[in-house]
């Protein structure tokens, strides 16, 4: 590939220019915000910052390059920025963890309509944690909750104990680095997980962004996508206290086979939430 960009000019417009046509040919979608969000970071600025800028410098015109030779690899945005946001927290994020997504908020915002009572001291585990977003997102809601995160990557364990104490919530979180729940002692008054979900065979058809970047352990759902909620629902009755609440994300037209497991499992569905573009999301069980 030649280079992604000139080191000149650095007159800004010019610079943005060059890259949202770069972009654009690379079939990036929204290749304009993009570029202004490449050239933000790497003016160590944000999006209103850029505004007040006319020129890049040496060392920020060749940190834009980088980072837009980068993105025309397809490498993810927030892998090349370092951070994505997520309900009302600034994550750190990295290629052991997936990117979290604005359809996994739905999670989020069910829990907060079935356990309404926000000073509740719940006690939360989230399987899978990944970044930690889910469990940490609900412990910035509920004051007195605590939790566990668990995954089995040990840089996503790490990744989820920095982000608990760059959010304030260190102090009533643990993350563990464990297959599943392994070691953890419940009950649980709420269980989590965004577990892995795609078919394998499924796997090739996604973005470019996302078979060629993103973990493939934590998207692979074995042959019908349907292994981790085995797994699931073989824990979730051990794992959750009388009443307790399991909300697990879900993937396209598993809204009938996941539902069909958990109550073989002994468990009631409560909900099947849709996400913005109508897909059922969120699953909330009830022991």
């Known amino acids: 590939m030649k280079d992604a960009m000139t080191p000149a000019p650095t007159n800004l417009r010019h610079l943005l220019h060059d890259a949202t046509q770069k972009l654009r040919a690379a079939g990036i979608e929204a290749p304009q915000r993009e570029a202004r969000l490449l050239a933000a970071h790497a003016a160590r600025t944000d999006l209103a910052g850029l505004l007040r800028i006319d020129t890049l410098g040496e060392a920020a015109t060749a940190?834009?390059?980088?980072?837009?030779?980068?993105?025309?690899?397809?490498?993810?945005?927030?892998?090349?920025?370092?951070?994505?946001?997520?309900?009302?927290?600034?994550?750190?994020?990295?290629?052991?963890?997936?990117?979290?997504?604005?359809?996994?908020?739905?999670?989020?915002e069910a829990v907060l309509d079935h356990l309404p009572d926000r000073n509740a001291p719940l006690?939360?585990?989230?399987?899978?944690?990944?970044?930690?977003?889910?469990?940490?997102?609900?412990?910035?809601?509920?004051?007195?909750?605590?939790?566990?995160?668990?995954?089995?990557?040990?840089?996503?364990?790490?990744?989820?104990?920095?982000?608990?104490?760059?959010?304030?919530?260190?102090?009533?979180?643990?993350?563990?680095?464990?297959?599943?729940?392994d070691g953890v002692a419940g009950p649980f008054d709420l269980v989590l997980s965004n577990p892995p979900y795609i078919p394998h065979a499924d796997l090739a058809t996604l973005m470019p962004d996302v078979v060629a970047h993103e973990p493939a352990r934590a998207l692979d759902g074995g042959p019908d996508g349907l292994v981790a909620y085995r797994a699931l629902a073989r824990?979730?009755?051990?794992?959750?206290?009388?009443?307790?609440?399991?909300?697990?994300?879900?993937?396209?037209?598993?809204?009938?086979?996941?539902?069909?497991?958990?109550?073989?499992?002994?468990?009631?569905?409560?909900?099947?939430?849709?996400?913005l573009g109508g897909i059922g999301r969120a699953l909330v069980v009830k022991k």
Do not use: K
């Open 63 to 108: 940190r834009l390059a980088d980072m837009l030779a980068r993105r025309l690899r397809y490498e993810p945005m927030a892998y090349i920025t370092g951070q994505a946001g997520f309900w009302s927290l600034d994550l750190a994020v990295s290629p052991a963890t997936l990117i979290p997504r604005a359809d996994t908020e739905t999670l989020v």
């Open 123 to 181: 006690r939360v585990l989230d399987i899978g944690t990944g970044t930690g977003c889910l469990l940490l997102a609900i412990l910035a809601e509920y004051q007195r909750a605590h939790g566990i995160g668990t995954d089995l990557n040990p840089q996503a364990a790490e990744l989820a104990s920095f982000n608990a104490t760059r959010n304030g919530l260190a102090a009533r979180s643990h993350m563990l680095c464990c297959n599943w729940a």
């Open 235 to 275: 824990m979730l009755p051990d794992l959750l206290a009388p009443g307790g609440l399991g909300v697990l994300e879900l993937g396209i037209g598993q809204h009938g086979s996941v539902p069909a497991l958990m109550r073989e499992a002994g468990l009631d569905v409560v909900e099947i939430r849709p996400d």
